[in-house]
């Protein structure tokens, strides 16, 4: 019996990192994400009703999927170990949940829509990417944090002297902040700035300033910040994965320490002996 459930695990398990099944598992949230866009629509009610069936034909797909993985992890302590693991349970247990004509009709399909998601769970490059950005949001938290504060100081600026001019634009800090907002994304930031220009011809020098430190500077520490943790994250990847340039590094300083020890046991050898040789 132990020899049968051991067979079948392995069955689950090249089931599971079999490419085909992977590629079908894909092309059904795919396909579900197009029957949840399509129920916006105005639909007649024979075609909703086939594709409620579908979309329930979708969620025992997943009700299997789910299990097949559960059976080649080999017990639930190990699949409920894996943070994605744990949020395509998630997704799948609200999903069979029939609230359809309840009250809740609206979260259901809300979190029907979430289903989406399944393909960062799936999809190994999807998980490397959303996992650099979550490791990349505290580090950009400190440099929004710095960003925040320049743009109170010029809406401040700005307010004070900009507000008799325009006070759509620049009344208060709040709506100056908004002002700045749309200058920094370049959205017909030359008309404000002419606007101010009548009235204080070197108010351009304001407008240059803040877009050189905010949208030229700090965007780009952004960016860098983020690049940098995506290549972090596609090394520790590929260090997983027993491949890349990762991986051949990581050799090399395996085998430099290797050499290193060796070196330094040839050395305590020939001091030994050197000692010896000195005494005799």
Known sequence: MRFNATALQQRFISLRENRLFETFVIAVIIFSALLIGAKTYAIPPGTLAVMHALDWLVTLFFLVEILVRMIAEGS??????????????????????????????????????????????????????????????????????LMFVIFYIYAAVGSMFFADINATLWSNITVAMLTLFRVATFEDWTDVMYETMAVYPLSWAYYLSFIFIVAFVFLNMMIGIVLETLQREHDDYAREQGEGMAVEVDNIEQRTQQMDQRLARMEAMLEALHERHRKA
């Open 76 to 145: 639930l302590r190990n699949f409920f170990r894996k943070g994605w693991n744990v949020f395509d349970f998630i997704i799948v247990a609200v999903s069979l949940v029939p609230i359809e004509d309840s009250e809740a009709a609206l979260l259901g399909r809300l979190l029907r829509v979430f289903r989406v998601l399944r393909l960062v769970s799936i999809v190994p490059e999807l998980r490397v990417l959303l996992n650099a950005f979550l490791q990349a949001i505290p580090r950009m938290g400190y440099v929004s944090l």
